[in-house]
């Protein structure tokens, strides 16, 4: 996926959830 979309969800979810986006 995009990385902004992916920075955008982690800063939003402030979980180190990178692994479910990824």
């Given at each position: 996926?995009?990385r902004s979309?992916?920075?955008?969800?982690?800063?939003?979810a402030h979980?180190p959830s990178?692994?479910?986006?990824?």
């Amino acid at each position: 996926m995009v990385r902004s979309m992916e920075r955008t969800f982690n800063a939003d979810a402030h979980k180190p959830s990178r692994s479910e986006i990824v």
